[in-house]
């Protein structure tokens, strides 16, 4: 039974860094949904490093959405492979931490808005530049996090990046309904913190993720997989009444900081 309904749609997917990335374990979904997968790669050198990732045969696309100049190109080519898309990932983020982590009114002007172009502003950039390519019922899904009104230092200043994400989806989930379709949705998934290479990259990371475990209802950390589950749901036909949303998917942990192993730790 296709449940998913996914099975001959069009999904464009960016954010493939290596097989512990949340736009993998997406993309492995789709396949066995039995969907057709665009990739994107921020350059040909990421691209070449997954293409035994992806397969061979596997249409991909390096494309930086940090650079505009290489958005019609990209375009061109995805509609050399689809006259539509069905849907669209973008797990696309970035913050500069090689200064390591600074009180969030220390942060560099030039760091803070090259974090929000990337992580936040090529999301609306991308929708723009494959307007005429969207399905009338596209479903696109970005990648934000559980919360953003919890002042997590390890996190640096992308918390307030994602809440501008979160922001942007609403916004853009009525642009789109009002200029393209009214069937277009956009969401988000908030997930908790997960165990993947682009996280390891933030200074104290694998601390907030280990008490992510420990705070969680079940007492075991979100699993990417999870995460990606959702992104699959919100991307299928199934999903068709949620739109302008960020779908938070924390294992309970949002709901479970007083829990009784945090609060009497080794009793």
């Known amino acids: 039974m296709d449940f998913l309904q996914l099975a001959g749609k069009w999904i464009l997917v960016?954010?493939?860094?290596?097989?512990?990335?949340?736009?993998?374990?997406?993309?492995?979904?789709?396949?066995?949904?039995g969907a057709h997968i665009l990739y994107l790669f921020r350059n040909q050198e990421l691209l070449e490093k997954n293409r035994s990732l992806i397969g061979p045969e596997a249409p991909a696309f390096p494309c930086d959405l940090e650079k505009p100049e290489e958005l019609p190109p990209m375009v061109q080519w995805a509609a050399s492979h689809t006259p539509q898309l069905d849907g669209l990932l973008h797990s696309v983020a970035f913050a500069n931490y090689s200064r390591g982590l600074l009180p969030f009114h220390q942060i560099p002007r030039e760091d803070f808005l090259q974090a929000l172009d990337i992580s936040c502003l090529s999301l609306p950039r991308l929708c723009h530049a494959l307007q005429a390519?969207?399905?009338?019922?596209?479903?696109?899904?970005?990648?934000?996090?559980?919360?953003?009104?919890?002042?997590?230092?390890?996190?640096?200043?992308?918390?307030?990046?994602?809440?501008?994400?979160?922001?942007?989806?609403?916004?853009?989930?009525?642009?789109?309904?009002?200029?393209?379709?009214?069937?277009?949705?956009?969401?988000?998934?908030?997930?908790?913190?997960?165990?993947?290479?682009?996280?390891?990259?933030?200074?104290?990371?694998?601390?907030?993720?280990?008490?992510?475990?420990?705070?969680?209802?079940?007492?075991?950390a979100l699993e990417t997989r999870e995460a990606a589950n959702t992104a699959l749901f919100l991307?299928?036909?199934?999903?068709?009444?949620?739109?302008?949303?960020?779908?938070?998917?924390?294992?309970?942990?949002?709901?479970?900081?007083?829990?009784?192993?945090?609060?009497?730790?080794?009793?």
Do not use: C
């Open 14 to 33: 960016t954010g493939v860094a290596n097989r512990r990335s949340i736009a993998w374990h997406v993309a492995q979904g789709l396949q066995e949904a």
């Open 235 to 267: 991307l299928s036909p199934r999903s068709s009444g949620i739109n302008a949303q960020t779908l938070v998917v924390d294992a309970g942990m949002g709901a479970n900081f007083f829990d009784d192993a945090i609060l009497h730790p080794g009793e």
């Open 133 to 220: 390519l969207l399905a009338p019922n596209a479903s696109i899904v970005t990648l934000s996090i559980s919360s953003t009104r919890m002042a997590a230092e390890s996190y640096g200043y992308m918390g307030p990046v994602k809440a501008a994400l979160d922001s942007t989806v609403v916004f853009l989930a009525k642009s789109l309904t009002s200029t393209l379709s009214p069937e277009i949705r956009v969401n988000a998934v908030g997930a908790s913190p997960l165990k993947t290479s682009a996280s390891a990259g933030i200074p104290g990371y694998v601390d907030a993720y280990l008490f992510a475990e420990k705070a969680t209802m079940r007492h075991r």
